[in-house]
Each structure stands twice: as C-alpha cells, then as structure tokens.
C-alpha cells in the first residue's frame, strides 16, 4: 500500500523529519506499540496539509498523534502515516482574556501559564498528561471540569487539507466527546478566561493534584481511564465489584489502586492489555448488566 510515490513525495513536500519503521511505544504513555510505516513530524502548518493531501491522493491512512496519553497501539504497529504533533504548535498567546493555545502545547504548560497571568477556567486540567489538540479531541476534562468549558474557537485542517476556524457554536462537545469533523487536524484552540486570583488558582491545582495523585496509580505508564464512566456510575468502581482489581495478563494489570487503569508492569504488550479490557467489558456485562464503552482509543494492527 505503501507506494514508493508516498515516500518520495512526503521527503520532497515536507519540511520536518520522516522516518520510516519507528517503533511507536516511545510515544505512547503506555509505552506500548509497534511501529508505524512512516512517522512524519511537521514543523508547520503547511507540512500537514500536505502531508493530509497526499494521504488523500495516495489511498493512505494517517494517525494523529499528541501526546499519546490517550492512545494504546497494537503490536503490529500503524499501516500508514502518523502525523507526530507534539513539539510543533507550541506557541502561547494571550488578548486580554483569551489565551490561544497550539494543539502540541502540553496540558501542563497550559495551566501553569494561566495560573501566572491570573486567569481562570482550566485548573480541572492540571496532571491530565497529553497536549491541546488531543484534550480538545477528545473533551478532555476532571473534577467536574472539561477543557471546552471555556472554549471558543478552533483552528483546524479537514481531512481534504483545507484551513477552518470552528467558532464555539459550531462545536458540540459532550463527556470525551466532540463533533469536530472526522480526520481533522487540530492547529490552535482558544479559551475565554476569567480573571482570578493567583493563589487561589494553584490551590485549587495543587488540590486537583493531591486528590489524582492519591487516587491513581500516577507512578506506573498507563493511559488514564481506560472506560468512558457509565451514566450515573464510575466503571473503576464496577471492575472492583466484580472483584477483577490486581488481575494480571502478561506484564499488564489492572491497578490495584484504581480499577479503572491498566498499568503496564514493565514489558507489558497491547495483547494482554487487550485480554484485560475483555475481561472487564465481559464481567462487568455478566454480572452488572452494564455495557462499558472504551474512553481509550485503540489503533493499529494486530
Ligand atoms: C495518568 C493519566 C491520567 C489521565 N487523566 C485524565 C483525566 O483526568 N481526564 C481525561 O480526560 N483524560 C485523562 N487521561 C487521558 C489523556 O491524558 C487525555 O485524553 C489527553 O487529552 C490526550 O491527549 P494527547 O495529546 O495525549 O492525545 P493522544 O493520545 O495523542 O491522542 C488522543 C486522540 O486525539 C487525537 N489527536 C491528538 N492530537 C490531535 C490534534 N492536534 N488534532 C486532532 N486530533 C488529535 C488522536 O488522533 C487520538 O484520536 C489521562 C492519561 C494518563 C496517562
């Protein structure tokens, strides 16, 4: 599938690296996956786009990856391209009230940079690992809290490669969930703020943190929750019912402390993580009657 053609093009089209081959655990937070084909890393805006339009052109599939905290790669690894976007759209700006952030701005950066200019609204994201454009994706969010609370606006690229700026009511976002297209790229977000005060402000993350700190297995690679919460129901609370906290499959388990992470004990592949999510979904539907919907997104092959 992967023509000569694409190599060539991607090499003389793009400026930024590209690698062919490139084992995909070393940017997973599960620290788990094979390789991908190729792994493109832009260094703009106009090397997605053409890098989008040639996948378009040659029939070939493409991943965007952020920071890969959300994310758990097969073994096989990626058949295609992946578009690596961290440490690319780094930039911070901030009009008054309005903070625009790249999509390869790390979560943490984020809170820390609002937390110094006094403004409020994105605390509830404080030790949720990954960048802009993966918590936008996915509507990111804790303690209450999401990140598009207090958004605005998106900059993105369509799949076809064509620049857009989403203004908030042409977004829809509901829990880990937004509407924006399929296959987009996310380039920029922007946030409405409210002014605050600078201490009251870190408490409120060193609260966040001292709360998800004791509550999650923070000390062992992960990928957060794996399951979306059941309405009106957490799903770590129902895997510890059905008494699966501690299990293991190879070097993966299902952490002792939170019943919804899988922890990767050190060698762990996507196939036991894999044979864990089955057993949760299979005994929580057994014996709960409840469907557990994946928060984690899986890619790749087999
Ligand atoms: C210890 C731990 C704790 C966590 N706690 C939380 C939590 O409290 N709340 C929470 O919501 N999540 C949590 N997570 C999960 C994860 O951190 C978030 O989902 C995060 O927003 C993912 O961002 P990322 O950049 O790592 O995305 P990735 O994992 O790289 O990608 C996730 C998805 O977003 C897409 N994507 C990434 N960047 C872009 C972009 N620029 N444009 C378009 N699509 C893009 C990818 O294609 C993929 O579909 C946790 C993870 C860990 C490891």
């Known amino acids: ?24 655990d070393k940017y997973t937070s599960f620290g788990i996956g094979g390789p991908a ?63 625009w952030a790249g999509a390869g701005v790390r979560l943490s950066r984020l809170v820390a940079f609002c937390s110094k200019l006094a403004l409020s609204g994105v605390e509830c994201l404080a030790g949720v690992p990954g960048t802009v454009g993966g918590a936008v994706r996915g509507n990111a969010g804790a303690f209450g809290g999401s990140i598009a609370d207090h958004l605005v606006a998106v900059r993105l690229l369509t799949s076809e490669g064509d620049e857009h700026v989403f ?32 201490g009251e402000i870190r408490r409120r993350i060193s609260a966040n943190l001292v709360q998800r700190n004791r509550g999650q297995p923070v000390e062992w690679r992960s990928a957060g929750s794996v399951f979306k919460n059941p309405p009106g129901e957490y799903a770590g609370r129902l895997v510890e019912k059905v008494g699966l906290k501690g299990v293991r499959v190879g070097g993966a388990c299902i952490s002792p402390k939170h019943g919804n992470f899988i922890i990767n004990l050190g060698g762990a592949t996507a196939t036991d993580i894999l044979a864990l999510i089955d057993l949760m979904q299979r005994q929580v539907r057994e014996k709960m009657q409840v469907e557990l919907e994946l928060e984690v997104r899986v890619v790749g092959e087999d």
């Open 1 to 24: 599938m992967l023509t000569p053609s694409i190599r060539e093009r991607l090499e003389s089209q793009i400026r930024g690296r590209v690698v062919y081959g490139e084992p995909l």
């Open 37 to 99: 084909d190729i792994m493109v890393f832009p260094e703009g805006a106009a090397d997605v786009r053409a890098a989008l339009r040639l996948c378009r052109e040659e029939g070939v599939p493409y991943l965007v990856l952020g920071g890969g905290s959300n994310l758990l790669v097969r073994d096989g690894g990626f058949r295609g391209v992946v578009l690596h976007l961290e440490g690319v759209f780094t930039q911070l700006n901030v009009e008054g009230n309005r903070v």
């Open 167 to 198: 203004s908030r009511d042409r977004m829809e976002f509901s829990y880990r969930r937004s509407s924006l297209p399929e296959g987009c790229v996310i380039l920029e977000a922007a946030f409405d703020l409210e002014q605050g005060d600078t």
